[in-house]
């Protein structure tokens, strides 16, 4: 482990940018913390806290020069790799006769900075879900292949993060370049700095490092550990897809479609959410039409419509896919499950709705009814 | 014309080479790659479909309706009830639409050898059916019994008329039709089509089951199949739900953890006999 003097930060920025990549990070946009270029470490939302809850989400400043003291926000990794829409093709000429023509790639190399565990998880997800099957999307694939990735560790959780539970975070263990772990104590501040690939060692070679001392060492472990130890929330994983499939007709449902606004934040939100449609723009004079590849969510009624209706009318029956794929369906699908425990659709969904909660309702049910199951014939002889 | 897209969604260039009304609303689409020869499908399974393309309008999934041993005259059947299906209905011979395909899990045919056969089917569902129609028949000495079953609403809607009649004339397979509804002129049977699986002659201990039809069509097939003694994993469903991409990124034919794409959209029921039961999924 080495460590970089915060004075030293623009280096590190510079080096990025000369190996011609944007650099990408989080900045304040309209009263959030989002991703988008960054110049210089002032860029950064040094001293910036957040506090975020079901439905909630504020941004603090405070005394701190602390680069990265605050969790996710709003935006992930998932619009940069797979934008919200994207060109499929032009067809040039009629319905007697068209040529197809296919796009340019566009694949900017970026680097982005202070990426959370919980997103290099999210993007492992996206991996099996673009790349993994017989039919690689281009796009994905060639954005994929451009990037650099600079992780922080969190400093701190969320009250809606549940990446601990999740085992995904709040360390990074894996898919990163470089990983950074920010200390601020006694008038110092440093970061600890680790390479993940080759492309992150020739990176470090670069940079203006010492080795760490033994007691920054363990001031960074504490770092990590403090956060875990403060994350507002739990999922219960252990036997998950039996939750759920078993858990199909369950009242809570109807229950929780009483406060669903079908919206779609939370699909919008979520870093590992794949659903796209496809929209047709044609010309005025129809001799030229497009198709846009568009982000979609379950929670559309169109998203189900076969001929006769759509499947999922209900927004009882529209939670129940979204909850059930991400948290179910998904490790049958993809090997993974689909959640990385980042609480952005707690925090994002204008009703609170949260899912762990939900999740942890269905899991309490399923066991009273094992319960009963086994003891129900004893207790219900007082009738 | 040899086209290498990178992009796995773009529409190959087919002709409409002819186009024949089997019913009010029913049509056929005959389709040839369009600079001749090359590209485009050069062979299919039975039962699985291409995703068709009209020139700015959309995308629709429709299953092969031809014979897989003839793939140069690639055929669709469709009705004309959504806006690319009403679009494709308006085209006309020498006209172009786009195809990417094949996709989907076919028919296992294999797995019927030496077995009695049912094919229980309503209106449209005989279209993706009878490429594994015309396959079975090539291929008949494999086979036990073979049975078709067939539902329609009214005589009108008879799908594949002429061909069904030829059927009927063969000394080698049963085919049983019935309708909803008819006018005094009709002298077959009425009925809902489920009516006809207690008196078909399939040996229940050793026949294959192939189901396509509406969903509440199979929903009561599939239970009227149980009571005649007809074990689950040898009964095979086709399913339907909405796609846009085909490959299984788009999320749209989510059946429970199933892409209906590519798991599908054939399935042994026992793969999907849980998920038939709930409303909505």
């Known amino acids: 482990m080495q460590v970089l003097m915060r004075e030293d930060f623009d280096t590190l920025i510079e080096k990025l940018q000369g190996a011609d990549y944007e650099v990408i990070g989080p900045r304040i946009r309209e009263g959030a913390i989002v991703l988008d270029t960054v110049d210089s470490a002032g860029d950064l939302p040094a001293g910036w806290t957040d506090e975020q809850e079901g439905g909630r989400y504020t941004l603090h400043k405070t005394d701190s020069p602390s680069l990265f003291h605050y969790t996710v926000g709003p935006a992930s990794l998932k619009s940069f790799l797979y934008p919200s829409k994207s060109l499929l093709c032009r067809v040039y000429g009629g319905h007697n006769d068209f040529d197809v023509e296919e796009p340019e790639i566009e694949a900017p190399r970026r680097a982005f900075v202070g990426v959370r565990a919980c997103e290099l998880h999210a993007m492992a997800i996206q991996d099996h879900v673009f790349a993994g099957g017989r039919h690689p999307d281009p796009v994905y694939t060639a954005r994929r292949n451009n990037i650099f990735l600079v992780a922080v560790n969190c400093s701190k959780a969320g009250n809606t993060c549940f990446c601990a539970s999740m085992g995904t975070g709040p360390e990074a263990t894996a898919h990163y370049d470089l990983a950074l772990t920010e200390v601020v104590e006694d008038g110092t501040h440093y970061f600890l700095i680790d390479a993940g690939t080759k492309a992150g060692r020739s990176m470090l070679d670069e940079l203006p490092l010492r080795p760490a001392r033994a007691a920054e060492e363990e001031a960074g472990a504490a770092v990590v550990r403090n956060a875990a130890e403060s994350m507002g929330r739990s999922m219960d994983t252990e036997g998950i897809e039996d939750v759920f499939f078993e858990n199909l007709e369950s009242p809570l449902w109807q229950e929780v479609a009483e406060r669903c606004l079908t919206c779609a934040n939370c699909t919008m939100a979520c870093p590992t959410c794949f659903c796209s449609t496809v929209e047709d723009i044609s010309t005025i004079d129809n001799d030229m039409a497009e198709r846009w590849r568009v982000w979609d969510s379950c929670f559309t009624t169109n998203f189900s419509y076969v001929f006769g209706g759509a499947i999922r009318k209900a927004s009882s029956s529209r939670y129940r896919h979204w909850i059930t794929h991400k948290l179910a369906a998904w490790q049958e699908q993809f090997g993974t499950p689909g959640c990385v425990g980042c609480g952005r659709c707690i925090t994002w969904c204008p009703v609170g709705i949260d899912i762990t909660e939900e999740a942890a309702v269905l899991r309490r049910q399923r066991e009273a009814r094992q319960g009963e199951a086994r003891y129900g014939a004893g207790t219900r002889t007082a009738y | ?281």
């Open chain 2, 1 to 281: 014309m040899a086209v290498a897209y990178h992009e796995p969604m773009l529409p190959l260039p087919h002709r409409v080479r002819r186009m024949t009304w089997e019913t009010d609303d029913t049509f056929t689409m005959e389709l040839v790659a369009a600079g001749g020869g090359g590209g485009g499908i050069t062979s299919f399974a039975p039962g699985q479909f291409n995703m068709l393309y009209v020139f700015g309008v959309g995308e629709a999934a429709i299953s092969m309706s031809g014979s897989p041993s003839n793939p140069d005259t690639l055929l669709h059947t469709t009705r004309a009830v959504g806006s690319v299906t009403k679009a494709l209905a308006n085209l006309h011979p020498g006209q172009l639409i786009g195809i990417r395909g094949p996709y989907g899990v076919s028919w296992p045919v294999d797995e019927a050898e030496g077995r009695d056969i049912v094919i229980i089917t309503g209106g449209i569902g005989l279209a993706p059916l009878r490429p594994l129609i015309y396959t079975l028949i090539e291929q008949r000495e494999r086979f036990g019994n073979i049975t078709i079953l067939f539902g329609a609403r009214t005589p009108d809607e008879i799908l594949f008329r002429d061909e069904i009649e030829q059927w009927r004339r063969r000394f080698d397979m049963d085919v049983l039709i019935t309708v909803d509804r008819a006018s005094r002129d009709w002298r077959g049977r009425l009925g809902v089509v489920t009516t006809l699986i207690p008196q078909s002659p399939f040996d229940p201990k050793n026949s294959i089951a192939y189901v396509c039809g509406p969903e509440v069509m199979m929903y009561f097939t599939l239970e009227a199949l149980e009571k005649r003694g007809m074990p689950r994993e040898r009964v095979f469903v086709s399913m339907e739900r909405n796609m846009k991409c085909g490959l299984g990124f788009c999320g749209h034919c989510q059946l429970g953890p199933k892409f209906v794409c590519k798991d599908g959209p054939v399935f042994r029921w026992t793969e999907v006999a849980s998920l038939l039961d709930i409303r909505e999924i």
